[in-house]
């Protein structure tokens, strides 16, 4: 390795921490969590199995697996849509009993409201909040602007683009300004330009206003491209197998050695099969 690529990757040295050695003032804390999934035949499924992970303010975490290996299952446990059947998980100092407006979610399918337009979307949460017409309209310009969609508002999203939906899906997550903004797979359905686009303004909008973000992805390219940290999570049952500081320099160029260095790393510590 050589030395700039060894110093823009920092290890955690400890990786699979025990929930006790967490730091008491990480935003979110998943303590010795663990899920398992039963059926209604009585089949178990453990889906993650002890993990620990302390994610501070600010940062840009991304969680790199193969498929099935639990991304979606922590992240729902962060979201408060699947409660952990060992462990907890804390956010803000508080133990997560549910979905909270505190964090902001954003899917693969952008799970738009198909019946409102682009604005009645992004004010859907601050109308629910009780916030004024003249506050969420305020907002809501503010917020489409930021992602580029400032002449969609009264378009619907079924005349939007795939990637112009999931910007709306953004500036809708971000409207009740919530400290988390929890991600899974959102650009996987999108092509490859649409996809860089999104990244990058996904980056600027982490620059500006400062939200921390758990991002899931099984695409190495896009983990090492946004991740201020990776934590690669291996399957049967879900566990933390890496714990990646990532400080390369913006805007990372997949050609530079650092970039590829972490890469093959990455993809060695998930299977050289999820090459992408
Ligand atoms: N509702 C469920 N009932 C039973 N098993 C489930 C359920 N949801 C997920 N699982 C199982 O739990 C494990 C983890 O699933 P999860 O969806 O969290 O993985 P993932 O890493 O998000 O995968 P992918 O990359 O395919 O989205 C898998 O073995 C999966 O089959
Ligand atoms: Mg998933």
Redesign the pocket.
């Known amino acids: 390795m050589s030395a700039a690529s060894s110093a823009a990757v920092i290890e955690r040295p400890t990786p699979s921490a025990a929930a006790q050695d967490l730091p008491a003032s990480a935003l979110i804390r998943c303590e010795a969590v663990g899920?398992v999934?039963r059926?209604t035949l009585g089949d178990e499924?453990q889906?993650?199995a002890s993990v620990s992970l302390a994610v501070a303010d600010g940062e840009f975490l991304c969680l790199l697996?193969?498929?099935?290996?639990?991304?979606?299952?922590?992240l729902?446990m962060i979201a408060g849509f699947v409660t952990p059947t060992s462990g907890r998980i804390v956010v803000g100092g508080r133990s997560v009993e549910g979905p909270s407006p505190d964090r902001g979610l954003v899917f693969q399918d952008y799970s738009l409201f198909p019946w409102l337009t682009v604005a009645g979307n992004v004010a859907f949460g601050p109308r629910m909040a009780g916030q004024s017409a003249a506050n969420r309209k305020t907002l809501t310009a503010e917020l489409l602007e930021l992602v580029g969609l400032g002449a969609a508002a009264d378009r619907y999203p079924s005349e939007l683009s795939g990637g112009m939906q999931q910007r709306v899906a953004i500036a809708r997550a971000l409207a009740t300004d919530p400290a988390v903004l929890l991600m899974?797979?959102p650009f996987a359905a999108l092509d490859a330009m649409t996809r860089g686009a999104l990244q990058r303004q996904l980056l600027e909008i982490h620059e500006r206003k400062r939200k921390t973000i758990v991002f899931?992805t099984?695409n190495i390219a896009e983990a090492i491209a946004l991740g201020t940290r990776i934590v690669v999570?291996t399957?049967?049952p879900?566990r933390i197998a890496e714990d990646i500081r990532v400080d390369l320099p913006r805007p990372r160029r997949r050609t530079s050695n650092g970039f590829n260095t972490l890469y093959e790393r990455l993809a060695a510590a998930i299977g050289v099969d999820m090459a992408d």
């Open positions: 899920h999934y059926s499924t889906a993650l697996g193969p498929s099935g290996c639990g991304k979606t299952t922590l729902n899974d797979e899931v099984h999570l399957p049967h879900g």
